[in-house]
Nanobody, 118 residues
Framework: QVQLVESGGGSVQAGGSLELACLSSENIFMVSAMGWFRQAPGQQRELVASITVGGTTDYGDSVRGRFTIARDGEKKTVYLLMNSLKPEDTAVYYC????????????WGQGTQVTVSS
């Protein structure tokens, strides 16, 4: 069982930056991939960014070039660096861990709210 705890959410004006952190209870290199997802009210959860155990990253089209996923194995933490934030980035952001494949996300954090005002 992997427990994930997100932190770093908050409110920011458009154009600003935020950094989210996801602390894992287990070695992050023991899972196939770590990902950040988000869900806005009335919308489906969507992938924001992911990083595989080998270091391959992937981003959603709406955040590519603005967001960066990074990790620190010693701290068992995955980060989401968010720049040039837009009001449409407002959502609850979730950290997740995938096992037995890079898209088998079975462990989820509780989520952290990000609000971007215009």
């Amino acid at each position: 069982q992997v427990q994930l705890v997100e932190s770093g959410g908050g409110s920011v004006q458009a154009g600003g930056s935020l950094e989210l952190a996801c602390l894992s209870s287990e070695n992050i290199f023991m899972v196939s991939a770590m990902g950040w997802f988000r869900q806005a009210p009335g919308q489906q959860r969507e992938l924001v960014a992911s990083i595989t155990v080998g270091g391959t990253t992937d981003y959603g089209d709406s955040v590519r070039g603005r967001f960066t996923i990074a990790r620190d194995g010693e701290k068992k933490t995955v980060y989401l660096l968010m720049n040039s934030l837009k009001p449409e980035d407002t959502a609850v952001y979730y950290c997740a861990a995938s096992k037995l494949g890079k898209n088998n996300y079975i462990y989820w954090g509780q989520g952290t709210q990000v609000t971007v005002s215009s």
